[in-house]
Protein backbone atom coordinates (compact mmCIF):
# COMPACT_ATOMS: atom_id res chain seq x y z
CA UNK A 1 0.00 0.00 0.00
CA UNK A 2 1.21 3.62 -0.60
CA UNK A 3 0.13 6.24 2.25
CA UNK A 4 0.98 8.92 3.65
CA UNK A 5 3.27 8.59 6.36
CA UNK A 6 1.53 10.61 8.97
CA UNK A 7 -0.50 9.99 12.26
CA UNK A 8 -2.40 6.76 11.77
CA UNK A 9 -0.37 4.67 8.97
CA UNK A 10 2.48 4.97 11.00
CA UNK A 11 1.37 2.56 13.31
CA UNK A 12 1.23 -0.34 11.05
CA UNK A 13 2.92 0.43 6.98
CA UNK A 14 6.52 0.15 7.31
CA UNK A 15 8.87 0.07 4.67
CA UNK A 16 8.89 -3.62 4.96
CA UNK A 17 5.72 -3.95 4.13
CA UNK A 18 4.27 -0.97 2.03
CA UNK A 19 5.17 2.30 0.41
CA UNK A 20 5.19 5.12 3.32
CA UNK A 21 4.68 8.13 1.16
CA UNK A 22 6.07 11.63 2.74
CA UNK A 23 4.55 14.69 3.18
CA UNK A 24 4.72 18.14 2.38
CA UNK A 25 2.94 19.86 5.27
CA UNK A 26 0.16 19.54 7.85
CA UNK A 27 -2.79 21.47 6.54
CA UNK A 28 -4.67 23.62 9.14
CA UNK A 29 -6.99 20.95 9.51
CA UNK A 30 -4.43 18.84 10.53
CA UNK A 31 -4.10 16.48 7.42
CA UNK A 32 -0.70 15.65 5.78
CA UNK A 33 -0.27 17.23 2.23
CA UNK A 34 1.18 14.18 0.04
CA UNK A 35 4.30 14.78 -2.09
CA UNK A 36 2.54 14.60 -5.59
CA UNK A 37 6.42 14.12 -6.51
CA UNK A 38 7.12 11.10 -4.19
CA UNK A 39 3.55 10.01 -4.60
CA UNK A 40 4.25 10.11 -8.39
CA UNK A 41 7.66 8.01 -8.13
CA UNK A 42 5.94 5.62 -5.81
CA UNK A 43 3.36 4.64 -8.30
CA UNK A 44 5.86 4.45 -11.42
CA UNK A 45 8.15 2.37 -8.51
CA UNK A 46 5.03 -0.38 -7.71
CA UNK A 47 4.21 -0.74 -11.62
CA UNK A 48 7.95 -1.27 -12.53
CA UNK A 49 8.40 -3.39 -9.74
CA UNK A 50 5.30 -5.45 -9.20
CA UNK A 51 7.27 -8.79 -7.34
CA UNK A 52 8.50 -6.37 -4.99
CA UNK A 53 5.22 -5.33 -4.50
CA UNK A 54 3.58 -8.69 -4.40
CA UNK A 55 6.77 -9.27 -1.83
CA UNK A 56 5.82 -6.47 1.05
CA UNK A 57 1.81 -7.54 0.37
CA UNK A 58 2.83 -10.76 1.90
CA UNK A 59 4.71 -9.21 4.59
CA UNK A 60 1.73 -6.86 5.76
CA UNK A 61 -0.36 -9.60 5.77
CA UNK A 62 1.92 -11.56 7.96
CA UNK A 63 1.81 -8.42 10.27
CA UNK A 64 -1.87 -8.25 10.05
CA UNK A 65 -1.96 -11.51 10.95
CA UNK A 66 0.40 -11.45 14.27
CA UNK A 67 -0.52 -7.90 15.19
CA UNK A 68 -3.84 -7.20 14.95
CA UNK A 69 -5.59 -10.31 15.58
CA UNK A 70 -8.74 -9.67 17.99
CA UNK A 71 -7.03 -11.00 21.02
CA UNK A 72 -3.88 -9.47 20.07
CA UNK A 73 -5.96 -5.70 20.34
CA UNK A 74 -7.99 -6.82 23.21
CA UNK A 75 -4.64 -8.10 25.00
CA UNK A 76 -2.88 -4.89 24.48
CA UNK A 77 -6.26 -2.50 25.63
CA UNK A 78 -6.13 -4.53 29.21
CA UNK A 79 -2.88 -3.74 29.59
CA UNK A 80 -3.28 -0.02 28.19
CA UNK A 81 -6.06 0.06 30.67
CA UNK A 82 -4.27 -1.89 33.83
CA UNK A 83 -1.20 0.77 33.19
CA UNK A 84 -3.55 3.77 33.64
CA UNK A 85 -5.94 2.26 36.05
CA UNK A 86 -1.79 2.12 37.85
CA UNK A 87 -0.48 5.18 36.76
CA UNK A 88 -3.85 6.99 38.57
CA UNK A 89 -3.62 5.36 41.86
CA UNK A 90 -0.20 6.30 42.03
CA UNK A 91 -0.55 9.73 41.32
CA UNK A 92 -3.90 10.20 44.07
CA UNK A 93 -1.54 8.66 46.76
Known amino acids: AIVTNFSGPTGFVTSDNGYPLPFERVDNQGFAVPSTRALRQLMRRVFSNPLEAAAKGKV ?20 EVYTALSMKKFKNN
Not at 60 to 79: E, G, I
Open 60 to 79: ARQDVLSRFTPQVVVDTMVN
